[in-house]
């Protein structure tokens, strides 16, 4: 099997299994990785997910091997996307690499070792948040090979670093070291080499820890207030008040109460 999904408690596990390619991904697996991304988001007791590979590698991108006898008419018509695309989730879209055309309503956190490069760094880009060993690194590599981003990357990157350092990056394709990541916005979290899953197990339990409609409300406007002009994005974020009925009464009470004080939240 070459993708595998666990339940940890909240927290959804989906790891890319194929250490002989260094977890690069070919079409059935883009599929599986789709299909559990999919699944995750309408489960109802998940709160979290965390993809990863197997420990030396995040994911070397899409399956040159696979794509190198040329990709048929069905593989293109199955991933063609027009202006018209609007990544609603009522009828999920499939990206070449999976879940990239996805805007779930839960986050997901990237446990990064070793390469997240070409296809790779754009499913890293796909997620909420990157934990990175610090020997681990990302890159355009797929630069080299007249393949283009077409999973975001061009999207994603821009908004996560800046246009300059986008272009940096993507027009010379060169290695970004986890520091360099870390410096510049694209790794949210660094940590020791082989603890990457477990950092990330950490920083999920955490999220899964808080009130969930209001934190996954804040999190969709900050989504969606990129293609909004600032009074529509702010009209936007006001459709969050409606959590504070279900979940900010009751919180502000326990603050009341004397939880959580001075930034403790040790018992919210």
């Known amino acids: 099997m070459t ?36 699944a995750f988001d ?14 030396g590698a995040f994911c070397a991108g899409f399956d040159l091997k696979a794509a190198s ?3 048929d008419e069905t ?9 018209s695309f609007d990544g609603v989730d009522d009828q999920p879209r499939k990206g070449p690499m999976g879940p990239t055309r996805l805007t779930l309503s839960k986050p997901v956190i990237a446990a990064i070792s070793g390469p997240a ?4 760094m754009e499913l890293a880009l796909w997620c909420d948040l990157r934990v990175m060993e610090r020997t681990a690194y990302m890159g355009v ?11 975001g990357g061009t999207v994603r990157l821009p908004r ?36 990457a899953l477990d950092a990330a197990l950490d920083l999920a339990g955490q999220l899964a820890r808080f009130p969930q409609a209001c934190m996954r409300a804040d999190r969709l406007s900050a989504i969606t207030q990129w293609s909004l002009d600032v009074p529509r994005a702010l009209g936007s974020e006001w459709a969050s008040a409606e959590t504070f009925r279900s979940e900010g009464g009751a919180g502000a009470a326990r603050f009341a109460s004397g ?10």
């Not at 797929?142 to 981003?149: A, F, K, N, S, T």
């Not at 360099?180 to 082989?194: H, T, V």
């Open 3 to 38: 993708i595998r999904v666990e339940r940890r408690g909240d927290v959804t596990i989906v790891t890319i299994d194929r250490p002989e390619a260094r977890n690069a991904v070919d079409p059935a697996m883009a599929d599986a990785l789709f299909r559990a991304f999919v």
């Open 160 to 195: 996560i670093v800046g246009h300059g350092r986008a272009m940096d990056l993507i027009l010379t394709g060169r290695k970004v070291d986890a520091e360099e990541c870390l410096a510049i916005g694209l790794a949210n979290r660094l940590c020791e080499d082989g603890s």
């Open 75 to 83: 593989w293109y018509a199955e991933h063609h996307l027009d202006a």
């Open 69 to 71: 006898g040329g990709l």
């Open 42 to 55: 309408r489960d109802e007791s998940a709160k979290v997910a965390i993809l990863t590979g197997v420990p």
């Open 259 to 268: 939880k959580g004080r001075s930034g403790d939240f040790s018992e919210i």
């Open 117 to 120: 490069v070409a296809g790779g």
């Open 141 to 151: 590599y797929c630069r080299r090979w007249g393949v283009p981003l077409i999973d």
